[in-house]
């Protein structure tokens, strides 16, 4: 049966790659058919910052070239990633979405990009980033709705899936840079735990907070795409070595008993919007008893602040030649991160840092009563405008801890726009959380059905 190019689109990731491993389509076919579909989308979704059909084109062709010769495939091949472009490349610019980089080329590819190429996956582009993946908007908009932010900073990642431009696609977390534009634009985002993918090519921003993760528009596309990310690499400290992670695998059983959910509304709860508030509401009862609340420690309000001691010290010293040499060009959020970072002093930043374990080591116990937490990933919907890409709050906590979490996109609010619902393991759980993740979502669609 050949398929129309809308049907090419339309797959998920892990069917496209069996099918094309089997012949029943061509790499060249299906990128052509997602070329189509960016034609269509991009002038009003704006997920690209560089895009070249050529250099997609001569991926698709040498991959169906090894795959007629009998090479064997890789657990990617012929699927098109989009990769955040703060994230090195060295066939394409890497530009930070800050002017102060334009044009620059890295001459190396990132760790997680050989990762990619070997796995036989098409890098289709780089997608926009925030300036400097802080919070000044880039160009993108969101799919659902133009007039409204898709979040960031991995804007284009998320709007990218989202818009069917890609299956698959790349971005970092830093406070809610995965999470939050994976909610608001209706995707799932995937954010596994502290140092599971490595960073090596990857703007350094916060050493003790930059994390990897991943978009796609299933659990088991997600899982596919961070199992063959993840891994040990010398030049990243916060990687260790370990037994291949089998992600997917464990993704796609069914659990051996009903998960249980800690329902966690957060202290940010009345800062939700009503429509927001609703749907958990709801959601919650439908689930019944295998949900159970769970009221999170004065000190989790706390880390909002002990993150952000972290994050802006480490701004302004990731970020300290770029304010020296070129401040005029750098966003007034942007300096005044820096400068807020530039007044933090070594004790409380230790101090902040230091309770990163502390934190963990207080919710060891918890998990022993709950498969995961079971939380809201934003404040509600994507709000209105382009200014600015929303308020990260509701992952901040997950992010500080290097805790994996996961947006599933769940929830409608009153102007139809998605809201994700946020699920959060242990640090080194991260098979089992999606397995979680994804009992979740085929419960809600059977309920719904």
Not at 44 to 73: C, F, I, K, M
Not at 170 to 179: L, R
Not at 421 to 431: I, K
Request: net charge negative; aromatic share 6%.
């Amino acid at each position: 049966m050949t398929l129309q190019a809308s049907q090419l689109v339309a797959l998920e990731a892990t069917d496209a790659t069996r099918r094309m491993s089997a012949g029943e389509f061509s790499v060249r076919d299906y990128t052509q058919a997602l070329m189509g579909r960016i034609q269509e989308t991009e002038p009003q979704v704006q997920a690209w910052t560089t895009l070249d059909a050529g250099y997609v084109r001569s991926q698709a062709e040498n991959l169906d070239e090894r795959h007629a010769a009998g090479a064997p495939d890789g657990p990617l091949f012929g699927l098109a990633v989009g990769i955040k472009d703060i994230i090195d490349t060295r066939d394409l610019p890497t530009e930070l979405g800050s002017p102060l980089f334009s044009g620059r080329q890295p001459r190396a590819d990132a760790t997680l990009v050989r990762s990619l190429r070997a796995a036989g996956a098409v890098i289709m582009g780089k997608t926009v980033t925030t300036e400097m993946a802080t919070y000044s908007p880039g160009k993108t908009r969101n799919p659902h709705n133009p007039g409204h932010t898709p979040g960031g900073s991995s804007s284009g990642s998320a709007a990218a899936v989202a818009a069917g431009q890609v299956p698959l696609a790349v971005g970092t977390q830093t406070n809610g840079s995965v999470i939050r534009p994976a909610s608001f634009c209706g995707v799932v985002g995937y954010k596994p735990t502290f140092g599971l993918i490595p960073r090596t090519g990857v703007l350094t921003q916060s050493p003790p907070l930059d994390q990897v993760g991943v978009f796609a528009r299933s659990v088991a596309d997600a899982a596919l795409l961070a199992e063959v990310l993840a891994g040990y690499d010398e030049h990243d400290p916060a990687t260790v070595p370990r037994a291949h992670l089998p992600l997917l695998r464990t993704a796609l059983q069914e659990p051996p008993v009903p998960p249980t959910l800690g329902w966690v509304k957060t202290p940010f709860w009345d800062r939700m919007a009503p429509d927001a508030q609703e749907a958990f509401q709801e959601l919650v009862q439908l689930l019944g008893d295998r949900v159970k609340s769970f009221d999170l420690p004065p000190s989790a309000a706390d880390a909002i602040e002990w993150q952000r001691t972290v994050m802006e010290a480490d701004i302004a010293g990731s970020y300290d030649k770029e304010y020296r040499e070129g401040r005029d060009q750098l966003s007034a959020s942007l300096k005044a991160q820096i400068e807020r970072g530039q007044r933090v002093t070594a004790v409380d930043y230790r101090k902040a840092v230091a309770r990163i374990a502390l934190l963990n080591a207080g919710f060891e116990d918890v998990f022993d009563h709950f498969s995961a937490f079971i939380t809201p990933a934003t404040l509600g919907t994507a709000p209105a405008g382009l200014d600015a890409t929303g308020d990260p709050v509701m992952c901040t906590l997950w992010t500080f801890t290097g805790m994996p979490a996961i947006s599933l996109p769940l929830l409608r609010g009153a102007n139809g726009l998605p809201i994700g619902v946020q699920l959060v393991g242990p640090r080194g759980d991260d098979a089992r959380l999606l397995r979680t993740a994804r009992w979740l979502m085929n419960t809600v669609a059977s309920a719904a059905a």
